[in-house]
């Protein structure tokens, strides 16, 4: 902690997808730490961004309501910043199918345009960019480690492979410092669930805390790790502060690993209320199905010495708990 503190405290720290769900949680981890912090977050309905989620430290961030596709706003706003947590996209597999284009515009193009402007305006800045596990696709081995074949089974995975590499290539080329992590399940408090587009959590802990009833794809037996939110933001700031880590892919995980059917019950149990009903799997949710996953995070550690802190029924907790005070303010 002290040795963070010391790294951010007065830096000037850009955060894109600021008024999402790590964007927001981050935001008030770097405010706890001194920095200064702006964030840029187009608002778009369908994405995650709320306003609730800086409630409490609104006086305390710079906001701008913008688009990362608006090349000139990112000129201007990535101008003496210390450090970029760019953490705006499209992360609905099932919205990159429907709309290849718009997943295609913010993942891919939108991340080349953010690069051109720190190369252009502040090459000397560093940038963590949140990649995600969806690129490995189906895997061939567990636990995935990073170098497990890249197989997107869906659209958001193939752009959000590319936005990544973008990062990298522009790491290695023009030496603007640039740190992936492959993250997987993530959840906890800010987290959007007015929908079930982007995470199948968030929608489970809605179902529960309405006393509704989760559906389940299949037999429920599809197993996954999750990491708590702040368990990540710890990841992204250590990445930020780590030279080592220029350059570097890492995968996030955890060793505790779940069913979906045992993650149904167990939040139902915390909650108490809701059910859960296994149902037959829709034939375009199934055809990018990944089946199991679980990560091998041992290079993070190893490098970085990141490893999640909050097991599982303490996380769920703290989310649930967030939610039932809250959930009003996430339904709109």
């Known amino acids: 902690m002290n040795n963070l503190i010391k790294a951010y405290h007065n830096k000037k720290v850009l955060i894109t997808g600021g008024l999402g769900f790590i964007g927001s949680n981050l935001a008030h981890r770097l405010v706890e730490l001194g920095a200064q912090v702006t964030i840029i977050d187009s608002l778009i309905w369908a994405y995650g961004g709320n306003m609730f989620n800086i409630e409490d430290i609104k006086e305390k961030v710079n906001l701008n309501i913008g688009d990362i596709r608006d090349r000139y706003s990112i000129n201007h706003l990535v101008k003496g910043q210390d450090y970029l947590f760019n953490l705006a996209g499209q992360v609905s597999h099932i919205d990159s199918m429907k709309d290849p284009f718009t997943d295609l515009e913010i993942n891919v193009t939108g991340q080349v345009s953010i690069l051109e402007s720190c190369r252009q305006y502040n090459p000397g800045i560093k940038i963590i960019y949140p990649s995600s596990r969806q690129i490995y696709g189906k895997p061939q081995y567990l636990p995935v480690d990073e170098i497990h074949p890249v197989c ?58 309405e006393g509704k009833k989760i559906q389940i ?69 199934k055809r990018i199905d990944i089946g199991d996953y679980y990560g091998n995070f041992s290079k993070i550690k190893t490098e970085l010495g990141w490893k999640p802190k909050t097991d599982l029924k303490n996380g769920l907790k703290i989310t649930v708990e967030y939610y039932k005070k809250y959930l009003d303010k996430y339904l709109v």
């Not at 790790?225 to 995980?253: H, P, R, T, W």
């Not at 809701?274 to 034939?283: A, M, R, S, T, V």
């Open 152 to 209: 997107p089974t869906d659209v958001n995975g193939i752009n959000i492979n590319a936005g990544e590499w973008y990062h990298i290539l522009y790491n290695n080329v023009y030496g603007i410092r640039a740190t992936s992590l492959r993250m997987t399940n993530v959840y906890g408090p800010r987290q959007m669930i007015k929908h079930n587009r982007q995470g199948f959590i968030g929608w489970f802990v809605r179902m529960a805390v």
């Open 217 to 285: 794809y299949g037999d429920g037996e599809q197993k996954r790790d999750l990491n708590f939110v702040d368990d990540v933001c710890d990841a992204l700031l250590m990445a930020g502060v780590s030279e080592k880590a220029n350059g570097q892919i890492y995968n996030l995980g955890d060793q505790e690993v779940v069913s979906l059917k045992d993650l149904a019950q167990l939040i139902i149990q915390i909650s108490g209320q809701g059910n859960f009903e296994l149902i037959p799997w829709p034939k375009d949710k």
